[in-house]
């Protein structure tokens, strides 16, 4: 019978120093990869803009809101107010970036959101010293479309009970007066 050599296993030693530069080599990967989303700018509220005026005037801001109204169009340019909830602000575009917006706020739909970069003017000289921002682009964050209004079925019976009572004091009125 033949005997098998005794084979000494040695443990894989971790070295200090190796660990360390994993350690910041992943660290470096994830912090290229997060990168993009760290830079993004955040939009800016119409009254951060309104409030701050001097400091943003003549700067690239982003802005995010409804389209609200109609779409105004002057030659190769377009105006459009956006609202953000708070107040609404006019954005000076070419017609190409409005192409993407199909839906205006009103009563019977919701406007497109869109995060627009533009110039920033808090009175601007081209527009008769008006705010506004000169959009450069814009991306459409959330789609608009129409709102079917439903009639509430409590209002439409007190509507029909006020014009019972109405009708019944008009009848009374016009039979005292006889």
């Known amino acids: 019978m033949m005997r098998k050599p005794k084979v000494k296993r ?3 030693k971790v ?5 360390i530069f994993y350690f910041y080599l992943v660290l470096l990967t994830f912090s290229f990869l997060l990168l ?5 700018a955040q939009p800016l509220s119409s009254t951060e803009l309104i409030k701050n005026a ?3 005037d003549g700067k690239t ?3 995010e809101g409804e389209v609200i109204g109609d779409i105004m169009r002057r030659g190769d340019y377009a105006w459009i ?3 953000d909830g708070e107040n609404a602000i006019g954005i000076w575009l070419p017609n190409s970036l409005v192409k993407e917006t199909s839906y205006t706020g009103s009563y019977k739909s ?3 959101v869109l995060e627009i970069t533009g110039i920033f003017h808090r ?4 527009h008769g010293g008006d705010l506004d921002i000169h959009g450069q682009a814009i991306r459409k964050t959330s789609p608009g479309r129409q709102i079917q209004e439903r009639l509430n079925p409590g209002k439409r019976s007190l509507a029909i009970i006020l014009l019972g009572i109405l009708s019944l004091v008009w009848i009374s009125t016009l039979l005292k007066r006889k």
């Open 110 to 112: 919701k406007g497109d």
């Open 81 to 83: 107010n956006v609202n």
């Open 15 to 19: 070295h200090n120093n190796d660990f």
């Open 61 to 63: 801001v982003v802005y």
């Open 36 to 40: 993009p989303f760290i830079c993004s």
């Open 54 to 56: 001097r400091q943003y």
């Open 10 to 12: 040695q443990k894989a």
């Open 123 to 126: 009175a601007c000289t081209e």
